[in-house]
């Protein structure tokens, strides 16, 4: 794995270095090798991390093909309906650049 460093930024080729780790699963496995995996339940966890993919695997595709509602498309139907746009949270009406002060 290989993150480049601009203009000696360090702190920002650390996060990407994370945000690429986390995405390779480097960091659940790391966690997994702190102690001993006895082989049957790597077997049984190996197999219960399968069947999760195939399920969301089959839950995506029925989604795609209208058998089951997609959630996604619920909100944004919802969300056109209200007139809102989507990705500002649940506030209406302008957002704050500050809190309001506490006396």
Known sequence: MQVLVRD???EQALRV????????GMFREMK??????????????????AIRRA??????KAQREGLLPDPRKKKLLEARALGQ??????????????PPPRF
């Not at 270095?17 to 390779?24: A, D, H, S, V």
């Not at 989507?86 to 650049?97: A, E, K, Q, V, Y």
């Open 17 to 24: 270095l994370k945000k690429k780790m986390q995405r390779e």
């Open 55 to 60: 399920r969301k695997l089959a839950r995506k």
């Open 8 to 10: 000696n930024n360090v």
């Open 85 to 98: 746009r989507l990705g500002t949270g649940d506030r209406t009406g302008p957002r704050r650049p500050f």
């Open 32 to 49: 997994q090798r702190r102690s001993y995996e006895k082989p049957s339940e790597r077997k049984n966890r190996e197999k219960a991390e």
